[in-house]
């Protein structure tokens, strides 16, 4: 499904990935852990077409994308989650979700966004689809900022999944979410997200990652330090020095 192949990437003296060689089975959930700053959002912008590599390659179902726009990527039914969530705050939680569809580069999303709605657009029936799929369908006539974080984060996965992905990128899901969140989250992308897509979830919370995840990579300071079962990994001295000790 997806291959790296000795993935590179450097911003100015900065080696933020060196020669990393990933391998994400169709229909599976890998985790992607790391110390802060270890390369995880950068390896996911390369996969999603934010940054090409500066050597190696991205292979997708066999393609080589390496040189793919975002746009592009998109096309071939990959999409992502932010760690920075990003959405509208004064549009409501419907209307996030079509804009993620609609584009939000295109000049007028607004004129774009009401015509959508009016005419009982393909787009509106999606985005609803997604918002159920997470939960938050009775939420989507709120203004987004009316949404607590956890249900933010939610939200901000319905945008992903609205394109209805076969592959999709979670960037720190549960970022600033208190314990039980996080089981709610991690249940929620196991039993509704996860099936029936490739999905690649970067957490530095090991009870989700233990929860969804059956494979797992682990980097550090841009090198690929372990992989494999997720907990034949977390017992290994190397990542325990590294991150988890
Ligand atoms: N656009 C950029 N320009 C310059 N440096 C960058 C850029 N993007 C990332 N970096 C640097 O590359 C390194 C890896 O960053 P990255 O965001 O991939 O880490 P991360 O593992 O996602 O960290 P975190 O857990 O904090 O999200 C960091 O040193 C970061 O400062
Ligand atoms: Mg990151």
Redesign the pocket.
């Known amino acids: 499904m997806l291959e790296l192949q000795a993935v590179g990437k450097t911003?100015?003296e900065?080696q933020?990935l060196h020669g990393i060689d990933l391998h994400v089975r169709r229909g599976t959930v890998s985790g992607l852990i790391?110390?802060?700053?270890?390369?995880?959002?950068?390896?996911v912008n390369i996969i999603t077409g934010i940054y090409a590599p500066d050597s190696g390659r991205v292979l997708l179902d066999g393609k080589d994308v390496s040189r793919a726009s975002a746009d592009q990527i998109t096309r071939l039914g990959v999409s992502r989650s932010f760690?920075n969530i990003r959405i509208f705050n004064r549009m409501s939680v419907l209307e996030n979700v079509i804009a993620a569809l609609i584009g939000h580069h295109k000049p007028g999303l607004a004129t774009l966004l009401g015509r959508a709605k009016r005419i009982g657009d393909p787009r509106v029936t999606a985005a609803r689809r997604a918002l159920e799929t997470v939960g938050l369908l009775e939420q989507g006539d709120l203004f987004a900022n009316e949404l607590p974080l956890p249900l933010r984060r939610r939200l901000e996965i319905a945008r992903a999944l609205a394109c209805d992905p076969k592959f999709l990128v979670l960037d720190?899901p549960a970022g600033g979410m208190t314990p039980a969140e996080t089981a709610s989250i991690s249940e929620l992308i196991r039993s509704r997200i996860a099936p029936g897509r490739t999905c690649v979830v970067?957490e530095?919370k090991m009870d989700l990652i233990s929860h969804v995840c059956e494979h797992l990579c682990v980097?550090n300071h841009?090198e690929k330090i372990a992989e494999g079962d997720p907990r034949s990994v977390v017992n290994q001295p190397e990542v325990i020095e590294a991150y988890l000790g």
């Open positions: 911003f100015g900065l933020a790391g110390p802060n700053g270890s390369g995880k959002t950068t390896l760690q720190e970067i530095h980097l841009g």
